[in-house]
T-cell receptor, first 112, second 109 residues
Framework: DTGVSQDPRHKITKRGQNVTFRCDPI?????LYWYRQTLGQGPEFLTY????????KSRLLSDRFSAERPKGSFSTLEIQRTEQGDSAMYLC??????????FGPGTRLTVL | GEDVEQSLFLSVREGDSSVINCTYT??????LYWYKQEPGAGLQLLTY?????DMKQDQRLTVLLNKKDKHLSLRIADTQTGDSAIYFC?????????FGKGTRLHILP
């Protein structure tokens, strides 16, 4: 257990529905990252926050995706109008320094 | 951009040493990582090495870095059944981490 928690651990949804995931980082870490991992691949960077500021977004993050970290603590990742191609493991990581990132257990999304 | 390549599978007999190899492309990467992922679990940071080092040892793990060839390896001594997992090589680019596709380590009895 790294101290990073994610909720829910599993989510099954129908195509077109909206889903929201939550990540609670290690409390003293000001940096929070979202990655996506599909089957047989390594994690791919989506976006990251330093405190409440979203500093970078990958081109993988389409307009249907939005992430927030309103108080610089927990973060949410919302996917609107889900598509089957969104099925993946969504991983959150937190860091104090940026170079040492600790990952949560992930949220596995299945879009039917 | 950064690209990280590693072989997809490795089979090793229990008790032998495992060596997982990786190459990366971005010479400006300052940190190189090895993460472990067990089935259904998140990623566990095993170890990392700063780019001005050529070796780091931590108990059964030895990381070797050849910066000139952009080659990284992870050696696991006395491989145990609990070492069965997917091992990801990774490199930093600015504040993000770029991962390889992972090497599945299979332990033979």
């Amino acid at each position: 257990d790294t101290g990073v928690s994610q909720d829910p651990r599993h989510k099954i949804t129908k195509r077109g529905q909206n889903v929201t995931f939550r990540c609670d980082p290690i409390s003293e870490h000001n940096r929070l990252y979202w990655y996506r991992q599909t089957l047989g691949q390594g994690p791919e960077f989506l976006t990251y926050f330093q405190n409440e500021a979203q500093l970078e977004k990958s081109r993988l993050l389409s307009d249907r995706f939005s992430a927030e970290r309103p108080k610089g603590s927990f973060s949410t990742l919302e996917i609107q109008r889900t598509e089957q191609g969104d099925s993946a493991m969504y991983l959150c990581a937190s860091s104090r320094t940026g170079h040492e990132q600790f990952f949560g257990p992930g949220t596995r999304l299945t879009v039917l | 951009g950064e690209d990280v390549e590693q072989s997809l599978f490795l089979s090793v007999r229990e008790g032998d040493s495992s060596v997982i190899n990786c190459t990366y492309t971005d010479s400006s990467s300052t940190y190189l990582y090895w993460y472990k992922q067990e089935p259904g679990a998140g990623l566990q940071l095993l170890t990392y090495i700063f780019s001005n080092m050529d070796m780091k040892q931590d108990q059964r793990l030895t990381v070797l870095l050849n910066k000139k060839d952009k080659h990284l390896s992870l050696r696991i001594a006395d491989t145990q059944t609990g070492d069965s997992a997917i091992y990801f090589c990774a490199a930093n680019r600015d504040d993000k981490i770029i991962f390889g596709k992972g090497t599945r380590l299979h332990i033979l009895p």
